[in-house]
């Protein structure tokens, strides 16, 4: 199951080279120390961008203090706007190793290291002890996480009693087909995917309570057509990186994807539960 994982984000447009490929391009080249802010167009692999990070934060109650896990952090984006914004300490923990790398790397280079750790593992089994963190979050990453059960558990063993969960995700809704979801494993390496009720229920039987379950798909509409969009403008690079045919397929395979969530067939969730 984890090899599908890697297979699809080994031949994903964004990576590691390619943010830092779009600063340069941005700032006239590479000279000079980089900020974390000049990645943050550049280095969030989710639906949203910063906002959408910090409204997860505030779900969770992330402050200065907070030891915070980013559950499939990818390239760390989101862990250097928590870490740089509200000086929180953030580990990300991420499956594909050249993204866990990529991501150490670029909180390096933008003077992170010291707030922001990144770690290469599974979320079925978190690599840290009970109550090590006082917020988990993640986003856009649980998609590709068949027993999302266990993943939920590992967060609910790894938070303080009373820390908080919170996290964004694709859910299934009325309409989502047996083929559209097979096309979906075989193109996105998207499995098991819940229902915002399957969800809930799903929280429950990890052990959390105070479980909130908000419907983001009418929102999420515009911004993935804008991501589709930002995709093809992306062409040149991705051509130059993965090829030309690889390009066309993840034209067809993202194009795929936004038309279930205009056809209201697949949309996103914003959940948060307490331990
Ligand atoms: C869409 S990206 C989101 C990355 C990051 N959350 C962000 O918003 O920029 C999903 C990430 O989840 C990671 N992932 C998928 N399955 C995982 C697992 N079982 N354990 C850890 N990471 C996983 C992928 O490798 C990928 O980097």
Known sequence: MPDRVVDFYDRHPISEAQVLAAVARRRGGVDGALTADELFDFDQDHYGGLDAVDALARCAGVTARSRVLDVCAGLGGPARFLASRRGCRVVGL??????AAGGARLTRLVGLAGRVAAIRGDATALPFAAGAFDACLSQEA???VEPKL????????VLVPGG???????????????????????????????TLDGYRALLGRAGFGAVEAEDLSDAWRPIL?????????MRADTVARLGEARFGEYDRLYAFFVDLVEAGKLGGGRFTATR
Do not use: S, Y
């Open 150 to 157: 266990a993943v939920l558990a590992e967060c609910h063993r």
């Open 94 to 99: 991420e499956l594909h190793p050249g993204r």
């Open 164 to 194: 908080r969960l919170a996290f964004t995700d694709w859910v299934a809704r009325p309409g989502l087909g047996d083929r559209e979801r097979e096309q979906l494993w075989a193109w996105m390496a998207a499995t098991t995917l819940q």
């Open 225 to 233: 057509r804008a991501r589709l969009a930002m995709f093809r403008a």
């Open 142 to 144: 649980l998609l590709h």
